[in-house]
């Protein structure tokens, strides 16, 4: 593993996003929103929706550059082709799994989480194709940390209003 293998998986995987943000904004909200639709669908019922199908796009591009890779032997071929599957992984890990809890075994109080989660969330409130906000996944804008930066104070705020009820608590000051 050279310094080029690791800035190839490293673009790579930076580069994801923006291809992902700019299929979500353009494409998924545009020609192909009627594969979109269902996960915008508060009232879905089923496990699986069609949205589940983009995952599968880029299994393509990431299992033929790993193959290839493999067998002409071309390392570099395999950063990109890893530097996608991390990507997938993670797209996993923080949409699936952190925001929309389809699986439940993972948790974190996290700012950088807690804003991603709010700002998905954000991109959540509008159920149609038109005027939705916060393409991204793991890009979280200046108003996102705001927002989360707020709301994590007003719960300081909250929790020491508890505290001060607490009779317990009072004795000790
Ligand atoms: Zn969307
Ligand atoms: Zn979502």
Request: aromatic share 16%; net charge positive.
């Amino acid at each position: 593993m050279g310094t080029a293998w690791i800035l190839i998986f490293l673009t790579t995987f930076v580069g994801m996003e923006l291809v992902a943000w700019a299929l979500h904004k353009y494409v998924m909200h545009g020609v192909l929103w009627p594969v979109h639709e269902d996960h915008h669908d508060p009232n879905h019922a089923s496990r699986f929706q069609k949205n589940d199908g983009f995952a599968f796009f880029f299994f393509f591009p990431s299992f033929f550059s790993l193959l290839y890779g493999a067998l002409a032997p071309a390392p570099l071929w395999q950063a990109f082709g890893y530097g996608i599957m991390a990507y997938g992984a993670s797209y996993f890990l923080v949409h699936e799994v952190l925001i929309h809890r389809r699986l439940k075994f993972l948790k974190s109080n996290n700012f950088y989480f807690d804003a991603l989660v709010g700002a998905h969330k954000k991109h959540h409130a509008v159920q149609t194709k038109e005027g939705a906000s916060h393409f991204g996944m793991l890009w979280v804008s200046g108003s996102a940390l705001r927002a989360a930066f707020d709301r994590r104070r007003a719960r300081g705020i909250e929790n020491r209003a508890d505290r001060h009820r607490s009779p317990a608590t009072d004795q000790s000051r």
